[in-house]
């Protein structure tokens, strides 16, 4: 099944996840996102891991160029089956959220605040970071993670390159530019029949994930 009829279960009601995995280097991130990295210095977060910080080497404009990755092309697809299906009889919420996983740290690449270090205590400099949460009713969810409600593809893939930017990356001997992390980008659709009147909301989601590459020995 190619990501087109994915979009179309999840504007249906379904749930559906798309990922990238495989040894490191071999383009799992360039495959999901279409940028290339450059390293341009070093951040130290205060937990004595250096980590290397990067720009983009290249940016393609998603309405345009064939090398855009998946995760562009995901963006827009789904805005364009939105645009094809609305005809009065569903109305469509959109929000987007960004996660990394380092170093058993959940990151919210959308947040800034979160990716700083924390205050303090007992003289041990806490890490940046936000919990796993289960409960019955939504089991396994990251609290207090940033969602952002988007009009528009132009406007979930500034939220993406933002996010892209909040990566932390660290480099070893087969990528100087690795994440050594998995990175969840999660695009969330809300769907109801604005002719009903009984307030029924459809939710579903679409997750794309960028695995951390295995190191083969």
Same mark, same amino acid.
């Given at each position: ?10 504007? $249906? ?26 390293? %341009?210095?070093?951040? $130290?977060?205060?937990?004595? &891991? ?45 929000? %987007? ?10 990151? $919210? ?40 409600? %988007? ?23 087969? &990528? ?18 604005? &002719? ?13 994930? $960028? ?7």
């Amino acid at each position: 099944m190619g990501f087109p009829a994915m979009l179309m279960a999840v504007l $249906d009601g379904y749930h559906a996840t798309i990922f990238a995995y495989g040894q490191t280097g071999s383009g799992k991130t360039y495959t999901m996102e279409g940028y290339e990295y450059e390293a %341009c210095g070093t951040i $130290d977060p205060g937990n004595n &891991n250096s980590r290397t910080r990067v720009r983009f080497k290249t940016m393609s404009d998603p309405s345009t160029s064939e090398r855009i990755g998946l995760i562009p092309r995901v963006i827009a697809h789904l805005f364009d089956l939105i645009a094809g299906s609305t005809n009065g009889e569903r109305e469509f919420t959109v929000r %987007c959220s960004f996660v990394q996983i380092y170093n058993e740290q959940i990151l $919210d690449l959308l947040n800034p605040s979160h990716l700083q270090p924390g205050s303090k205590r007992g003289g041990r400099q806490s890490t940046p970071g936000l919990r796993l949460r289960w409960t019955a009713a939504r089991k396994f969810y990251v609290e207090n993670l940033r969602m952002l409600e %988007c009009t528009s593809p132009p406007q979930v893939l500034g939220y993406f390159q933002e996010g892209v930017r909040h990566k932390v990356m660290a480099s070893h001997r087969l &990528n100087a530019t690795s994440s050594r992390s998995h990175c969840l980008f999660t695009l969330y659709v809300e769907s109801r029949d604005p &002719n009903t009147g009984d307030g029924f909301v459809t939710q579903s989601k679409l997750t794309l994930v $960028d695995l951390a590459g295995l190191f083969k020995r």
